[in-house]
């Protein structure tokens, strides 16, 4: 029999770390995520409303280790489960080491490549910290391989996948979009998969609710189905929209490539970089949704602009930065921003560092190679375009040929790329 049998360990009872109230205390947990943003469906709204208010919920989201780190993307799921868990409900992260051996095909015109067995074991052995830190050291996390790698397929067919309409599954939107690319079967099956994930956590922890980005609705909606079909329980999925930025753009994403959450991917100077330099119209939206500022005091922001907005950048920036990497890290990185752009002096030990050599200098290393490795292009062709537009200066040299190399007259300096990226150059031996 495929189904998964009750855990012998007990179903997860909630704890209360210091500073989160309790589940009556939260009995607005719904209202609140729907006052900062984070609302965009959900199955069934009065009765998750009334199960939230009456007791502790168990419930989970899930995250691919596609990646050695987790990015911009993924905070949206994390700040929604952490607002449940200050709540006082039981948050289950799934880092899903048997899901990302098939693939999510949701939001995807490609097939995503395939990676090895080891490639995810890393990768959940990195992500696992940076959810821990934002969710809080309460939650649970588990690697759906456990359950998902001992199947027995022909039993997984009869016992799961009868329960599941072909024609149903089509209309999905992250299958009717591949569908015109082409759609692999192991894709197709990806549905099945998380919808079992969700039975088997209700099985093993009495989960009841699923949380996920809209492009997941219909995932979850066939997990909550699942479990209501061979278990007979009421089960909920809540959605949050996919965050794009006031330009239309996927909120994450930059020239340089996709925003990390891991320091050496995305240093925290870039980090913060990124989120002062938001669009005016995104500032309020973002402390809604990103950070744990009061709404009462983000509102303030809503009919402000200059200096005030300014500042609300910069609270933005500095809280994202502190959820993520710490408040040490933040107040470092916010020293070095103000060092940065505010003028001459000031700790610069937070900016994104590169050291050269005097053996490299001597044989001629082009400004353009260090722009990409500092992160501030993604491609060599990238830099030069910047370097052409008149872009980038070495110290006080504006630096106008392609072609250009660092000078032992350049010393150790800052390099600046635009008007938000800086990085340090030391020259040493």
Known sequence: MTTPPPSNVPPSTPSHPTGHTSSREGAGTLSVLRDRG???QITDEG??????????????????????????????????????ARAGHQAIAVLGG?????????GKTEMRQLISAEAIANNRAAIEPQVRRIIGPAARIVDNAEWLLPLNYIAFLRDIGRHFSVNRMLTADAYKLRLEKGLSFIEF??????????????DRH??????????????ILAGTDLIRRLRQKEAFGLTFPLLTTASGAKMGKTAAGAVWLDPGMTSPFELYQY????????????LKLLTFEPLDEIRRFEAVAGAELRDAKRLLARAVTAIVHGPEAAATTEAAARAAFGGAGGDQSGLPSLRIDRQRLEAGTKIVDLIVELGFAPSKSAARRLVEQRG???????????????????????????????GRLIVGE
Request: with cysteine; charged share 15%.
């Open 206 to 219: 009495d989960c009841a609710l699923q949380i996920g980005g809209d492009d997941q609705w219909g995932n």
């Open 98 to 106: 048997g899901t990302a051996m098939v693939g999510d095909p949701s």
């Open 392 to 422: 980038v200066k070495v110290g006080e040299r504006e630096i106008g040929e392609v072609d250009a190399t660092l000078q032992a007259s350049d010393g150790s300096t800052l390099l600046r790329v635009g008007k938000k990226h800086v």
């Open 38 to 40: 984070f609302v965009q």
């Open 275 to 286: 989120f002062v330099n938001v669009d005016d119209g995104d500032v309020v939206r973002f």
């Open 189 to 202: 099956n990806y549905q099945l998969l998380q919808a079992y994930d969700f039975l088997a956590l209700c």
């Open 47 to 84: 009765a998750l409303a009334a199960r939230l208010a009456a007791s502790p919920v168990t419930f989970y989201a899930g995250f691919d280790p596609t990646a050695a780190s987790l990015h911009v993307g993924h905070y949206i799921p994390l700040m929604a489960m952490a607002h449940l």
